[in-house]
């Protein structure tokens, strides 16, 4: 194989759609297969490979792969030595962090950390738990849990720590929140030695800056209207943008061309309003990409 291949992990399992959606914006196709855990790419200078987002960051520590795609959480489970090319805002429901939270049944006494020494808890995360606990000075027996973890207490543990984005199955598992153990978010890290490699550290900074480009224009679109020079001023004091909208002559001297970029959520009331202030012709168009 040539030494101009970046071994890319795909993080498999929930993450793995959300992932292949955010490279087919930046501009890549995944395919995957049923059968194989090697994913095709259109990019002959990456060569992917399908690994569960929990060990992604120990084999990108020990160099089977030059990067990956994992959740934070999962390098600091890991202890893993690793470089932090970029922070990636997705996840698998929603753009914003996970949160790993120790939970109760509502009906526990357990009100603090401090309640839970001496206790059973189940997690994923043994190592994180772990070191939540010491910090706060508290021994437990932590125990790790092979799945369905919500359904472990009150019978096999007195409390879990466990990932929540949306919080619907701890409450349908009749759990409460006592603490917030960590937030965390995708990120795109690199095995050390390969950062130091000029080739892979700069294919790696272009991924990165493709996949936040997409990520930068979600909930963004454009607005191209007209507008006479008269009503420039009135329409600008209307106009939230990224930096400044561009303003453009015509061939019309009394007229000038105004782009912007907004939230979509907030066209519906903007609008109206630049209607009435004098613009005509106003185009609303979709952001693919915002690269500063």
Request: a negative charge.
């Amino acid at each position: 194989m040539s030494d101009k291949t970046i071994k890319l992990g795909i993080p498999a399992g929930s993450l793995q759609e959300a992932t292949a959606e955010l490279f087919k914006k930046a501009g890549y196709t995944i395919k995957f297969s049923s059968r194989s855990y090697y994913p095709e790419i259109d990019d002959p200078e990456i060569e992917c490979m399908l690994i569960r987002a929990q060990e992604m960051a120990r084999y990108v520590e020990q160099g089977v792969l030059d990067a990956g795609i994992t959740g934070y959480d999962w390098v600091l489970e890991n202890n893993a030595q690793v470089h932090e090319v970029c922070e990636l805002m997705f996840s698998k429901v929603s753009r914003r962090p996970v949160r790993w939270v120790l939970c109760v049944p509502n009906e526990s006494p357990v009100q603090s950390v401090k309640d839970l020494q001496g206790k059973r808890i189940a997690t994923e995360v043994v190592g994180l738990t772990t070191r939540y606990l010491a910090k706060h000075g508290v021994e437990a027996n932590v125990e790790f849990s092979w799945g369905a973890t919500e359904v472990k207490p009150p019978k096999l543990a007195d409390a879990i720590v466990e990932v929540t984005e949306t919080g619907s199955s701890l409450r349908a598992n009749n759990l409460r929140i006592v603490d917030e153990v960590l937030q965390s978010t995708t990120r795109l890290i690199s095995n050390n030695e390969a950062w130091k490699d000029g080739w892979k550290r700069e294919k790696l900074e272009n991924i990165a800056l493709m996949l936040n480009s997409c990520l930068a224009a979600e909930g963004k679109v454009g607005l191209l209207m007209n507008v006479r020079r008269v009503d420039l001023a009135a329409i600008l004091q209307q106009l939230p943008a990224l930096q400044k909208p561009t303003v453009a002559n015509l061939s019309d001297p009394d007229w000038v061309d105004v782009n912007t970029i907004v939230d979509e959520s907030y066209v519906r009331m903007i609008v109206p309003k630049l209607r009435a202030a004098g613009a005509t012709g106003i185009v609303e168009y979709p952001i693919n990409k915002i690269i500063d």
